[in-house]
């Protein structure tokens, strides 16, 4: 499972300035402030209850200070079908774990869907499919005995935990007017007996740009959360109207991506109508 950690960019059909590399390792590309590409991560897919799939994917953005956006369409497609799948078209820098889903049907089988982004004048592409090499359990870490951290946006409301498939929360606001961001996280905070004594805090919030027109500015982006968990709040000011879709992702002291385990971290997006 840790191995993914080291691939997971790379089941990739890799196309850079033209060339084409068929299921390669994440190529060899320096991470500069400015000028990089982008590039799709294939975390790896899961099965559901009704027996559909989902495909869990994020992104290598390989600038350390450029965010992109890449709208919908020639340079931001998923085909074949509609080139709309809910990826993302807010790139925040460096690596991104498990962002979106896609959910594809039982009958799926050996097909393949290619998302393909285009940025700085170049192409990367990579296929999602339903590789048994590629079967993930996002909900628990069986070995560690470990499971994705819980958020509600009301004290009492919904929990979501683990990859996102659903708006998890709306607000509205105006333009310069910062809207609050409430959320409430809980978790096991189950520590395997004799594990090392993790650096990492108990639990984490970041929260990030996914889709919308303008300049979006946190408060805190990544605010400190209670160590047992609790309320966490943020707030988020809009220069543009438009409707946006933001990104919380919440952590346990396995930290980002789960340490390349695909567990244990919980992913919601969270919509905002910002009005003139």
Known sequence: MFVRAFLTVGLAYIMLAGATVGYAQEPVVPVREFGQTVIGAFEGWYRNADGSFTLLVGYFN?????????PIGPNNQILP???????PTHFSPRRQWGVFTIVVPPDFGDQSLTWTLTTNGQ??????????????????NVAMGNSPPTVRFEEDGVAFQGPPREVAASFETSVTEPVMLSLWVTDDLYVRPGQRQSTRPPLGVGWSVFRGQGKVTFDEAEPEVPETGGLVTATA????????????EITDNTGKGGGGSQCCWTTAHVAVTVHP
Request: no cysteine; aromatic share 8%.
């Open 62 to 70: 390989r600038n350390s200070q450029e965010h992109l956006e890449i």
């Open 81 to 87: 079908g509609a080139p709309d799948r809910g990826q």
């Open 123 to 140: 192409s990367t592409s990579i296929p999602l499919l339903l590789d048994p090499l590629w079967a993930i359990e996002p909900f628990e």
């Open 237 to 248: 000011t809009f220069d543009t109207p438009g409707q946006y879709l933001l990104r919380a």
